[in-house]
Nanobody
Framework: QVQLVESGGGLVQPGGSLRLSCAAS????????MGWYRQAPGKQRELVAA???????NYADSVKGRFTITRDNAKKTVYLQMNSLKPEDTAVYYC??????????????WGQGTQVTVSQ
């Protein structure tokens, strides 16, 4: 059974920092691309950051220079360090694990989400 368990969300003031963690089980972690997505009320879910099995990273323009995604394959955990947080970063953040082969999606899993609120 695959599980992605997020933690680290909460309430933070503008300009503050949070670190999200996503612990994976039930998958061969090191071969997956891991990602963080977010969904604000009334908006579509969007990609925030992703990291491939080889360590390549990709970020949404809105978070470049502020957020950093990393992974620890030994701990089967992916992290999202969020600095200089803004009210518009407020959303539910979801962890994603996916595997592609020959241009086809083999599987994709989602965590349950963790709330991040940036407010005074």
């Amino acid at each position: 059974q695959v599980q992605l368990v997020e933690s680290g969300g909460g309430l933070v003031q503008p300009g503050g920092s949070l670190r999200l963690s996503c612990a994976a089980s039930g998958i061969i972690f090191n071969i997956n691309t891991m990602g963080w997505y977010r969904q604000a009320p009334g908006k579509q879910r969007e990609l925030v950051a992703a990291i491939t099995s080889g360590g390549g990273t990709n970020y949404a323009d809105s978070v470049k220079g502020r957020f950093t995604i990393t992974r620890d394959n030994a701990k089967k955990t992916v992290y999202l360090q969020m600095n200089s947080l803004k009210p518009e970063d407020t959303a539910v953040y979801y962890c994603n694990a996916n595997l592609w082969n020959a241009g086809r999606l083999v599987y994709e899993y989602w965590g349950q989400g963790t709330q991040v609120t940036v407010s005074q």
